[in-house]
């Protein structure tokens, strides 16, 4: 049984309350690092191709231990180096099949983002699995999810709109409960996955026929 939207927010919200600080910190620290980076000439630009896929993993590792009421810390934002080859080769990847799906029309490509959404979310959960599988493993969790984690986006439009009214400040909280919403997204999903697979194939039919 998936949860509703309001509810991942809702736990989102009750688990960053004490943590709001240091989940701030850490995505200003990972915005800062992401656009600095960008101001070098030519070597910027690779550069930020190089740390995109690992800075990510290492953000999804902080706000994934905060989602999940574990110890969280600054340093978790650069785990990802840890992981350098899968991620990066991960990223380059899902660049590339965006990039191709776009050339048909918009729409697509817009799918194809949604369906390797949660590519770094296994990575950063799964010490073994390489990029590819990484991004197979997402679409075959983002099947039938795709539009319920728009739906999740979505909810955080007008938050958004207000954070601009307001010079931009309020993003650094809009952020964190982004990204823990959809650490919740992503473990409530891996979570019903795994129910499925459990199942017979005649409690999968029955399932899906429900």
């Keep these: 049984m998936k949860t509703e939207n309001a509810v991942l927010m809702k736990m989102a919200r009750e688990s960053l309350r004490g943590k709001w600080g240091i989940a701030i910190g850490a995505s200003v620290i990972f915005m800062v690092i992401m656009t600095v980076i960008q101001i070098v000439p030519v070597v910027g630009f690779i550069a930020y191709l190089a740390i995109t896929g690992p800075m990510s993993v290492g953000l999804i590792i902080f706000f994934l231990s905060l989602s999940r009421n574990q110890e969280v810390e600054i340093g978790q934002l650069f785990k990802g180096f840890e ?20 050339l048909l029309l918009i729409v697509p490509g817009i799918v194809a983002a949604f369906a390797y959404s949660m590519t770094f979310y296994i990575i950063a959960d799964d010490n073994s699995i390489g990029a590819m599988d990484a991004i197979k493993k997402s679409k075959e969790m983002m099947n039938g999810n795709k539009w319920k984690l728009f739906c999740l986006y979505w909810r955080f439009f007008g938050w958004s709109l207000l954070c601009l009214l307001m010079l931009g ?36 039919t029955q399932g899906s026929t429900a």
């Excluded at 992981?83 to 990039?99: E, N, P, Q, R």
Aim: proline content about 4%; hydrophobic content about 50%; aromatic content about 18%.
């Design 83 to 102: 992981k350098f080859g899968t991620s990066l080769v991960a990223c380059l990847l899902m660049f590339l099949f965006i990039f191709l799906w776009m």
């Design 169 to 204: 400040i309020g993003y650094l909280w809009l952020v964190p409960y982004i990204q823990t919403s959809i650490a919740k997204f992503y473990d409530d999903i891996k979570g019903n996955q795994a129910n499925l697979s459990e199942q017979s194939p005649i409690q999968q």
